[in-house]
């Protein structure tokens, strides 16, 4: 079942207000055990996987995301 233009945009703010931070704090807790357990890891690797996680994030929610920006498609248009 698709979700309507409103409840997408509910979710994706819920996701974004919620969600994010949420995995952001999980994101750098894994990466300080992983620097704890193995050493800090060279320059390059750490930022490729930071880089990896900031977009990982938001593949899930691509049809949440996807026309929240725009016009609500189902609003009646006003007489020209």
């Known amino acids: 079942m698709a979700l309507s233009y ?3 945009r509910r979710w994706a703010l819920v ?4 969600g994010l ?3 952001i704090v999980a994101a750098v807790t894994i990466m300080d055990v992983l620097r ?6 060279i320059w390059w690797l750490e930022i490729l996987v930071f880089v990896a996680l900031g977009i990982i994030w938001a ?3 691509r049809s949440v995301f ?3 920006g725009r016009d609500d498609p189902d609003a ?3 007489p020209k």
Not at 15 to 18: G, Q
Not at 36 to 41: A, K, L, Q, T, V
Request: glycine share 8%.
């Open 21 to 23: 931070p949420l995995y």
């Open 15 to 18: 996701i974004l207000l919620v």
């Open 6 to 8: 409103r409840a997408r």
């Open 76 to 78: 009646p248009r006003p």
């Open 59 to 61: 593949l899930p929610f």
């Open 36 to 41: 704890d357990r193995f050493g800090r890891p």
């Open 66 to 68: 996807k026309g929240v």
